[in-house]
């Protein structure tokens, strides 16, 4: 090949998307999309959620067929068939939700799909520690994934699309997950693949990232390409408008004034001393009725571990395990069932494996919650009160879907956590527990669940918010709380909290 063939074979995008649909019970999650991918470069895919992100990427990586349209890679008409066959031309894809295999180590995980017709565990095990340590991830390649938590999944995700050595790798909400220590490193690594002539398509909800990492930017909105080029030309506010039709400064992350936080209703909740192996260690604190107790850590910090606890799915140690007081009353939940019907509702970090049935619809999956706090006594389902209580509550919510008997699985991410928050709310709880109740959630969604948050607040239920993101923690607290090393370490007013305060409380 002489060098004007060179010149022009990498001026050629590695893919080509032309006027690509696709549609779901005739109702089109993309429409009419055209979209470039240029060798070497990271490319932002933005936009709310159900603005057809996913479901672009997906065809690409041949999880999701196209109703219409053509795909070109390297030039070449395409229609991969499976993920597989996709990771086989160069194609690899970071999903949202994981889909490692849980009842295999990490190793077993990362060569899963390109084996050897002999294999030796322990070389295995070898070869993937080495692999993992070269990209900076702090991952046992012995562990077994079920017993890894949400950020460490993500990172042998990522370790294994990158191990295939693929052309193109698409990362959807790759750093969701992770701490900012582990993002610095997952950004050195992607410019680290760019440098190699490798493609990424990056989708993120943290718009800031977007700005730093990308060379181009791509914003959909309603399953449509709304704006395209690259990211020298765009802001924060220019990408929000694209996204939502309408600025979202003057709602999303604002500055709180004195006048606008809650004062301590009753306290409800009061925990002391409590313990959980090396997780939970002697913490302390108490929760009021009318207020939002936003509570902040590190990955590792305990945070979660301590709710759940509280909340019945975690059990505390048996001896000097510490004392859970609701209303004065001393409490030991061994079920999540028994904390729920007292008016303790836990909302999970993690909707895929915790929060939602997917091949379930709205209906089934909001009925669910009545179902688990053992509130519907009668054996025989009713399909009319199933279906009155999903109307009720997809129009509270505002959960957007064809119908009620809409699958979950088909949602976007905003809509299927609004699901999860749904069925907690059926319950009508006292104590109303969000661990990172925004994560992979788009601007707009944002909004509306922080205003749910706040309605719940108003109408005197005491709230929890446990997120990483400190500008959700800044906006939404009445209180802060600050978890480090299992045990709440430092308490904060918003009136004189600052990101620079909390975290270093979170670190020293």
Known sequence: MDAAARDAAAAQPVIRLEQITKAYRGVPAVKNVDFELRRGEIHALLGENGAGKSTLTKIIAGAVEATSGTMMHN???????????????????????????????VAQNLYLGSEKFLNRLRGITISAQQFLQSLNFPVDPTALVETLGAAKRQMVEIARAV??????????????????????????????????????????????????????????????????????????EKIIAAMVGRTLSGELYRQRNPGDIRPAGRRVLSVQDISMGKMVRNNSFS???????????????????????????????????????LDDKPVRYVVPREAVKDGIVYVTEDRKTEGIFE????????????????????????????????REWTGTLAIRAINDNARVVELSGGNQQKVVIGKGLVERPRIVIFDEPTRGVDVGAIVE???????????????????????????????????RQGRIVEEFSPSEATEEKIMYAAVH
């Open 163 to 236: 191990h295939h050595n693929a052309e193109v790798i698409i990362f959807d909400e790759p750093t969701a997950t992770l701490t900012p220590e582990e993002k610095r490193h997952f950004f050195a690594l992607i410019r680290r693949l760019k440098a190699a002539g490798v493609s990424i398509v990056f989708i993120s909800h943290a718009l800031e990232e977007a700005l730093l990492i990308a060379d181009r930017i791509t914003v959909l909105r309603d399953g449509e390409l709304v704006s395209t080029g690259e990211t020298a030309g765009y802001n924060r």
């Open 359 to 390: 091949t379930m619809g709205i209906a089934e999956n909001l009925f669910s919650g009545l179902l688990a706090g053992g509130h519907e006594k009668s054996a025989i389902v009713s399909m009319k009160e199933m279906h009155a209580l999903a």
């Open 449 to 483: 669940i922080h205003q749910i948050i706040n309605r719940l607040a108003d109408e005197g239920l005491a709230v929890v918010v446990i997120s990483s993101y400190l500008p959700e923690i800044l906006n939404l607290s009445d209180r802060i709380l600050v978890c």
């Open 287 to 325: 929760v009021f009725e009318g207020q939002i107790t936003g509570v902040f850590g590190l990955i590792g910090s305990g945070r979660t571990e301590t709710f759940k606890v509280i909340a019945g799915i975690h059990k505390r140690d048996f001896l000097r395990g510490g004392t859970i007081e």
């Open 75 to 105: 030039g070449r008409t395409v229609a991969y068939a499976s993920p597989s066959e996709a990771l086989d031309a160069g194609i690899a894809m970071v999903f949202q939700e994981t889909s490692l295999v849980p009842s295999m180590t």
